[in-house]
Every structure is written in C-alpha cells, then in structure tokens.
C-alpha cells in the first residue's frame, strides 16, 4: 500500500479508503490509485481486511441432506445472493444430528462464520436459543404454509373422487409434520376415516417412499391415491408401485410435494406443490446480511411465501 500510495502521490490512508469504499474517493484520485495498482501489482491482503473488521464474511449453512433435490434449489438461491454480497457459504450436513446452541455459538465466537442459516427452521435446534440473551429473538425466516398447502393437494384428490388416501411421511422433519397435520384436516373436514396403517412414517428419499410403499401394498386393501409428503418420497413411491405391477394413475395416483427438477420429467409427470425453494434462499441471505450490516436493524420475523398447485399426471379421477 505504502508504494501503491508513493507512485499514485496519494497518502496511504486515501488508497485504503479506495479498496474499501471507493465511492467516498474522487474519480480523479481513484483513477491514479487504479493507475497505480496496475503499476505496481498490488492485492489487496482481503484475509487481514476480515480480522480488522472482525468479520469472516462466511455463512454457515446447516442442511439435512445435500443431496436432497429440495434443498439444492434453496442452496442456489443462498450461494448466489451470498456471492453477490462478498460472502462464501461453507455447509454441515447434519442428516437426523440436531445442533445445539453451545455448538451454534462456538462457531460465530470463533469467528469462523458472521451468520448461520438454519435448514427446517428452529426447531432443528435441539435446544433453543435464549431469547432474553438473543438480540434475535424472533430470527428471521422464510416458509411455505405447508398446512395449508397439504389440506389444498388432499382436497384435490378428494375432488377427483378418491377417498382411500395413504400419506407417506417423515416425522423427523419440521415442515413434514405439517404436512401431516393439513392432510388431517381435510380428511376430517369431507368425513373420511383414516386408517392408522395409511400413514406411513418413513426416512425421506427415494428408498424411504419405495420401503413406505411396500407397506401399504401388503395392506387388505391398496389405497387408491397416495400423496407423499416431498418429491423425493413420490419418486419412490411409483417406482415400488410399478415393479409391484400397479399402473400410475390409473390404478393408485401419487402426488408429492416441493416441485423438484425431477417432477416434470418422471414417468408420469408429478402431480405437486410447488413453492419458490431458490427465492427462499436468496431472501434469507439477503435478510441476514442486512442484519449482519446494520446492528441496530430489526429481524423482520417470519415470511410466508405462496404455494402452487402443479397439476400433471401422476394423479387420475377415481374411476
């Protein structure tokens, strides 16, 4: 810097105010320093530009299952909005594992990463966090109405005349459970029973949905539509009904769930909900830097984003 300074004819203070905010430096004076760094070769030491400011400009990402489609959509939102702000994202995968606060903590005094974003929401964290000790008491974030949206696919195979419906589920995840939860409400709210062996708890991918379904296959009767709590089940799900000779739809409908890369392309296409998994992970990332910038800002809480209804045709009219 001490040289970048000499050769522009600027002092060593304007040359630091130009790397790190260049708009408080006159176009003149940038254009000697840009001069100069050329000249001189010069790189910025950005390492001990993020001990001076305290800052590590990475974000820790904790996410079940990196594998799981769902989530690669919302990991591209959260990468590329954190690109965009100066941040790179380094990722835990933590399968069934719940984090601890003690461990959510250890990781942002260490400086080791300036914020976390959590995969399924608090509740994966076995041991929440002290709202009193927590400027962030209601943290941001970000979520599809998964009651809602699972009532509004259970209604739909209502619709279509079905009435023996199966639900293939996790109860390891947050939002699954709500799912759950929609789906017996509108089983309840049209008077149908639902049997205790049509609900089928399950690890959530593709193996998990084909397991599932080999259970409801031994069941008496075959259900004539299943409605699988994530795209990855659903998957699975067909799989195991066509190798047990079952045509979808015309003998058991599937829906899923999430609208992944995968549903518009299965045999046959999928019937899901579809909610904005990589606008998510860019307004998280957004939210949180805008935290991270201003101390004094406040958590906007809790957002809702609208679900949608994608209708192909993996589900029939019961005939």
Do not use: W
């Not at 950005?46 to 904790?62: D, N, P, W, Y």
């Not at 943290?139 to 009435?163: C, F, K, Q, S, W």
């Amino acid at each position: 810097m001490n040289e970048v300074a000499y050769v522009a004819g600027v002092s060593i203070a304007t040359v630091s105010r130009y790397i790190n905010t260049p708009e408080q430096v006159a176009e003149e004076t940038r254009l000697k320093v840009e001069s100069a760094i050329r000249e001189t070769g010069y790189t910025p030491n950005t390492l001990a530009q993020k001990f001076r400011r305290g800052r590590s400009q990475q974000i820790f990402v904790a996410v079940p299952s990196v594998g799981d489609p769902y989530f690669s959509a919302i990991m591209r939102g959260v990468r590329r909005a954190a690109t965009e702000r100066g941040y790179t994202v380094f990722i835990r995968e933590t399968r069934q594992e719940r984090l601890t606060s003690r461990q959510i903590n250890a990781i942002l005094n260490s400086r080791q990463a300036d914020g976390v974003v959590l995969f399924n929401n608090m509740t994966f964290v076995a041991d929440k966090l002290d709202p009193s000790a927590d400027p962030l008491a209601r943290p941001p974030a970000i979520h599809v109405d998964n009651v809602a949206a699972a009532g509004e696919m259970t209604d739909y195979l209502i619709g279509l005349g079905h009435r023996s419906i199966a639900l293939i589920f996790s109860d390891r995840k947050p939002s699954f459970i709500d799912r759950e939860r929609g789906f017996r409400r509108a089983m309840q709210a049209a008077g149908l029973d639902i049997p205790a062996r049509h609900i089928v708890d399950t690890e959530n991918s593709l193996d998990g949905g084909r397991a599932a379904t080999r259970a409801l296959l031994r069941a008496v009767s075959v259900p004539t539509a299943i409605f699988c709590a994530s795209d990855e089940l659903a998957l699975g799900c067909m799989h195991e009904l066509r190798d047990a000779g079952h045509r979808v739809p015309e003998d058991v409908s599937v829906a899923g769930f999430d609208d992944t890369r995968y549903a518009e392309v299965s045999n046959p296409p999928l019937t899901t909900i579809r909610h904005p998994a990589e606008e998510m992970g860019t307004h998280i990332i957004e939210e949180l830097c805008r935290l991270l910038d201003d101390e004094q800002a406040e958590a906007s809480g809790s957002v809702t984003v609208p679900h949608q209804l994608v209708i192909r045709h993996s589900v029939a009219r019961k005939s």
